[in-house]
Nanobody, 116 residues
Framework: QVQLVESGGGLVQPGGSLTLSCVAS????????MTWHRQAPGKERELVAQ????????HYVDSVKGRFTMSRDNANNKVTLQMNDVKPEDTAMYYC?????????WGQGTQVTVSS
C-alpha cells in the first residue's frame, strides 16, 4: 500500500523557518521523482519543488528559489522541504506527491501558516 505522510507544518512568523518532512512507504522510493505541491485557499494547487530520484537535481518554482531547499534521504524513504525566510504568501496546505505504478499519489497534507 502506497503511503505518503507529511509532517512539520505549523504557524510561523514572517522571516522564520520551518522544515516539512514526507515519509514514503509501499514502493521503491529511491526509484521515483518526488514533488512538493501547495494549495492556498481559493487558489489552484501549484508545484513548489521537485527532486530527481538520486537527488542530484531539484527544480523550484520561481517564488521560492533561494528560500526553500528540497532534499531526500533514500535510505530512510524521506524527503524534506526546508523553508527559510517564509512570507505570508507561503501560507498553504503542503502536499507530498509521487507517481507510482502509473497513479499520482498524494499525502494528506500539512498546513503551513505564515503570520505575525
Amino acid at each position: 500500500q502506497v503511503q505518503l505522510v507529511e509532517s512539520g507544518g505549523g504557524l510561523v512568523q514572517p522571516g522564520g523557518s520551518l522544515t516539512l518532512s514526507c515519509v514514503a512507504s509501499g514502493f521503491t522510493f529511491s526509484g521515483h521523482v518526488m514533488t512538493w505541491h501547495r494549495q492556498a485557499p481559493g487558489k489552484e494547487r501549484e508545484l513548489v519543488a521537485q527532486i530527481t530520484s538520486t537527488g542530484n537535481y531539484v527544480h523550484y518554482v520561481d517564488s521560492v528559489k533561494g528560500r526553500f531547499t528540497m532534499s531526500r534521504d533514500n535510505a530512510n524513504n524521506k524527503v524534506t522541504l526546508q523553508m527559510n525566510d517564509v512570507k505570508p504568501e507561503d501560507t498553504a496546505m503542503y502536499y507530498c506527491q509521487a507517481d507510482v505504478f502509473g497513479v499520482r499519489r498524494w499525502g494528506q497534507g500539512t498546513q503551513v501558516t505564515v503570520s505575525s
